[in-house]
């Protein structure tokens, strides 16, 4: 790829804050939790007729282990749907429970706008779709086909899409990932390894009250696993026990005690190592049982000179706009990693400014918003 022009026509489109936010407003308020496949659902119906009134071919693919829909867009291209292009791929689920527009409704607040999921990532998956709108009101043609995949189940490691992800980026020549911007503003060129696991201890039951010694507590032992597992915590390699579930009457001793752990690395031997540990742990006591299993895998997608070259494509374009972006490796990860470790060219990280993400904090700034959004309708129009 050549180095950006000084100035691109696509970055002078007519983008307008109000239009913007007046147009993101009924996506953040259509809440839509991953394990709540309805939810999505209509989210996904949302989105999808947004861009179907735009010009886009949409298709409703059918969520599977009882995850929501995902929604593929393609938008009409001269060169046929076959052809490789660029794409966008997002998420619609959020990790805020439907009811959490309660605590954190819409909310513009000076130079910040709050509502669940609008900071990841419904802002910058909007942005894309404003884009590819604005590109077509002003008669500009993308020198790439661009296809858009929307999907369910991101925020729980993408055990259902994996493969749809996957599938459709091995078609494609770009991958852009309107997820959050970092804090400084930049983007991002790579993601830690991240592993999941499921873990359960089955103790023996008891009367809590009148045989409190026959009994052997599930939930104790777990307690015991939990600071354990924590401990285990380096530099090169994290665990976090993020969800705890145990036992069903307060006066029965626990006989299950579930456990979710998440562990992170910024190499993928450094995560291997890390999954051989976790595999390996027992109990601490011989009369109640542990059983570890591993769950979803994000590998580590580490840039190369296709990543660094679209990056370089991206700061012309954003320094053509008037501002700068750096790139780095990042934890917390997306669905980014696997196309990225595929090798096909991803630029993550293109979405929104703002901060709080999965909190009640949540929020993006709106003097992100323009020049995002002109970023973003650069690289359609100038990859090629």
């Avoid at 407003?25 to 659902?41: H, I, L, M, Q």
């Avoid at 419904?122 to 077509?136: D, H, P």
């Avoid at 006591?285 to 660094?308: A, Y």
Wanted: aromatic share 4%; with cysteine; proline share 5%.
């Amino acid at each position: 790829m050549d180095a950006a022009p000084a100035r691109h026509p696509a970055l002078g489109l007519g983008f307008d804050v109000e239009a913007i936010l007046a147009g993101l407003r009924p996506w953040v308020e259509c809440e839509s939790p991953t394990f709540d496949a309805a939810a999505v659902n209509r989210m996904m119906e949302l989105a999808g007729r947004e861009m179907a009134l735009i010009g886009a071919r949409v298709e409703r693919i059918a969520g599977r282990m009882g995850f929501g829909d995902c929604v593929r867009a393609r938008f009409p291209h001269a060169a046929g749907e076959a052809a490789p292009g660029i794409l966008v791929l997002a998420h619609l689920d959020t990790v805020h429970p439907v009811g959490t527009l309660q605590k954190l409704p819409w909310k513009r607040e000076g130079g910040t706008v709050r509502g669940p999921g609008i900071f990841d990532m419904k802002g910058g998956t909007y942005l894309a779709v404003e884009a590819m709108r604005r590109l077509g009101l002003a008669g500009m043609a993308t020198p790439l086909p661009v296809t858009f995949l929307l999907t369910s189940d991101e925020e729980v490691g993408s055990p259902s899409t994996r493969d749809l992800i996957e599938a459709e980026a091995s078609r494609a020549k770009f991958v852009l990932v309107p997820e959050p911007a970092r804090a400084d503003g930049g983007v991002v060129s790579g993601r830690y390894a991240i592993a999941r696991f499921s873990l359960r201890t089955t103790g023996r039951p008891s009367h809590a009250g009148s045989t409190l010694s026959e009994g052997r507590s599930a939930i104790r032992e777990m307690c015991r696993q939990v600071l354990a597992i924590e401990a285990m915590t380096t530099e090169d390699c994290t665990f976090s026990a993020g969800v705890i579930r145990g036992g069903q009457w307060v006066n029965c001793v626990a006989t299950h005690c579930d456990l979710e752990v998440l562990s992170m690395a910024k190499r993928q031997a450094d995560l291997d190592a890390g999954v051989e540990r976790m595999l390996a742990l027992k109990s601490s006591v011989p009369d109640v049982l542990l059983e570890v299993k591993r769950g979803v895998t994000r590998p580590v997608w580490e840039p190369d000179g296709g990543v660094m070259a679209l990056y370089a494509r991206a700061r012309g374009l954003a320094q053509s706009i008037g501002f700068d972006i750096a790139h780095q490796s990042s934890g917390g990860g997306s669905d980014g990693n696997f196309t990225g470790a595929m090798g096909v060219p991803t630029l993550d990280g293109l979405g929104v400014g703002g901060a709080g993400a999965h909190t009640l904090d949540e929020h993006i700034t709106v003097g992100s918003l323009v020049p995002r959004a002109r970023l973003l309708a650069g690289l359609f129009a100038t990859l090629a």
